[in-house]
């Protein structure tokens, strides 16, 4: 499995970007895929992810209404669509991808996936 994560840039406040992960390699609507974000001397957090069968999402609370994260199952690709972007969502972003079909609860745990792909830069500066 190989996970490609692409979109990233900078930005200004207020905004947005449309980050990609392309997948190869996954069984079709199956499992989970999230995003993940990491900034200097943080750890790794989670942002958004969704389950391919149904589309079920969870967010995490500080993007709630700003970003909204969708697939393409055809395409094997996920998306998330990032809007009035703040400076805190300044980040190297990574997509991850489980092949169990977890719960939304879960969907926030770095330890329900089974693949990393690599980060893109985000920057959210005036």
């Known amino acids: 499995v190989q996970l490609q994560a692409s979109g990233g840039g900078a930005v200004q406040p207020g905004g947005s970007l449309r980050l990609s992960c392309a997948a190869s390699?996954?069984?079709?609507?199956?499992?989970?895929m999230g995003w993940f974000r990491q900034s200097p001397g943080t750890e790794r957090e989670f942002v958004a992810g969704?389950?391919?069968?149904?589309?079920?999402?969870r967010y995490l609370d500080l993007v709630k209404g700003r970003f909204a994260i969708s697939r393409d199952n055809a395409k094997n690709t996920m998306y998330l669509q990032m809007n009035n972007l703040i400076p805190e969502d300044t980040a190297v972003y990574y997509c991850?991808?489980?092949?169990?079909?977890?719960?939304?609860?879960?969907?926030?745990?770095?330890?329900?996936?089974?693949?990393w792909g690599q980060g893109t830069q985000v920057t959210v500066s005036s």
């Open positions: 991850a991808a489980a092949t169990a079909n977890y719960i939304t609860g879960y969907m926030a745990s770095n330890g329900a996936y089974d693949y």
């Open positions: 969704i389950r391919r069968s149904d589309g079920a999402t």
């Open positions: 390699g996954l069984t079709p609507r199956s499992g989970i």
